[in-house]
T-cell receptor
Framework: AQSVTQPDIHITVSEGASLELRCNYSYGATPYLFWYVQSPGQGLQLLLKYFSGDTLVQGIKGFEAEFKRSQSSFNLRKPSVHWSDAAEYFC?????????????FGAGTRLAVHP | GAGVSQSPSNKVTEKGKDVELRCDPISGHTALYWYRQSLGQGLEFLIYFQGNSAPDKSGLPSDRFSAERTGGSVSTLTIQRTQQEDSAVYLCASSTRELAYEQYFGPGTRLTVT
């Protein structure tokens, strides 16, 4: 079945530590790929996106993500986490079926940052 | 510039009542989307408007849900005869036609059905 999987529901890291949030997708063709962040009580903010080309994409707030076709993955990384990064992170895809523009979201990963 | 705005930010209603949720997209954005975020279902697509085309209503969970978009701008999501399972955060997003995949989200309306 077509899906977006974020295997980690909760992750806790120390401030200054590196971070990697995992995302895998299951679609026949490589969809467009996105990472969104949702801070408490806020809407979703687009961190970065991948359509084609260079498989390492840079986003806002110091985040980057790497697309790996062989693993059907699009993992989000940050070299040094700040306390303000505590939020929920959603991986999303726009699949190429039926010309849809709707986003299909993973279940989200909630990030906690310890001082 | 101004982002997507939604009103009200919070709505508490009694089971069986009708509610209307409003979304003002970013000026110039021709596409508008409604999503629902709930504990049990995560983030799910509800409906999509693009210009004057017929909307994609494939995500609406029941015929109690409807949405309209007036003048190609403001949209209203209506839930009739609300049920407790309708309690969720309703998010609106908009995008341009050219960059339809880059959706900008509003802060959401938290709906609680008692």
């Amino acid at each position: 079945a077509q899906s977006v999987t974020q295997p980690d529901i909760h992750i806790t890291v120390s401030e200054g530590a590196s971070l990697e949030l995992r995302c895998n997708y299951s679609y026949g063709a490589t969809p467009y790929l996105f990472w969104y962040v949702q801070s408490p009580g806020q809407g979703l903010q687009l961190l970065l996106k991948y359509f084609s080309g260079d498989t390492l994409v840079q986003g806002i707030k110091g985040f980057e993500a790497e697309f790996k076709r062989s693993q059907s993955s699009f993992n989000l990384r940050k070299p040094s986490v700040h306390w303000s990064d505590a939020a929920e992170y959603f991986c999303a895809v726009v699949p190429f079926s039926g010309g849809y523009n709707k986003l299909i979201f993973g279940a989200g990963t909630r990030l906690a940052v310890h001082p | 510039g101004a982002g997507v705005s939604q009103s009200p930010s919070n709505k508490v209603t009694e089971k069986g009542k009708d509610v209307e949720l409003r979304c003002d997209p970013i000026s110039g954005h021709t596409a508008l989307y409604w999503y629902r975020q709930s504990l049990g279902q995560g983030l799910e697509f509800l409906i999509y408007f693009q210009g004057n085309s017929a909307p994609d209503k494939s995500g609406l969970p029941s015929d109690r849900f409807s949405a309209e978009r007036t003048g190609g701008s403001v949209s209203t999501l209506t839930i009739q005869r609300t049920q407790q399972e309708d309690s969720a955060v309703y998010l609106c997003a908009s995008s341009t036609r050219e960059l339809a995949y880059e959706q900008y989200f509003g802060p959401g309306t938290r709906l609680t059905v008692t």
